[in-house]
């Protein structure tokens, strides 16, 4: 099995930065390849949100728009682990995190192109 493990998360006032970590282990990788690992947020009463990707084997990344230019997604491909920096937080920020790998060629801004997830990581950011 595959398990996807996000922590990092937490609260923080307006302003401040975060850093989340997702790491990826089990049985994984003599069975498929991860393409793409990518997060996402969900906040209370709204769709799962697109936040940031990035290609397993390259730099190259993806980010939504209330994100850029606040939020860097970056790899360490050898530890099978992803991490989000995140700058400038604001209150809208607030959300449960996931962490999704994709292992197959699929439009990586969306949900359902993604095969694995964990369980989420609360962030809070106060006002």
């Known amino acids: 099995q595959v398990q996807v493990v996000e922590s990092g998360g937490g609260s923080v006032q307006a302003g401040g930065s975060l850093r989340l970590s997702c790491a990826a282990s089990?049985?994984?990788?003599?069975?498929?390849?991860?393409?793409?690992m990518a997060w996402f947020r969900q906040a209370p009463g709204k769709e799962r949100e697109f936040i940031a990707t990035?290609?397993?084997?390259?730099?190259?990344?993806y980010y939504g728009d209330s994100v850029t230019g606040r939020f860097t997604i970056s790899r360490d491909s050898a530890k099978n682990t992803m991490y989000l920096q995140m700058n400038s937080l604001k209150p809208e920020d607030t959300a449960v995190y996931y962490c999704?790998?994709?292992?197959?060629?699929?439009?990586?801004?969306?949900?359902?192109?993604?095969?694995?997830w964990g369980q989420g990581t609360q962030v809070t950011v106060s006002s």
């Open positions: 999704a790998l994709n292992t197959r060629p699929a439009n990586l801004l969306i949900r359902s192109s993604y095969d694995y």
């Open positions: 089990g049985r994984t990788f003599s069975t498929f390849r991860i393409a793409a």
């Open positions: 990035i290609r397993y084997n390259s730099d190259i990344t």
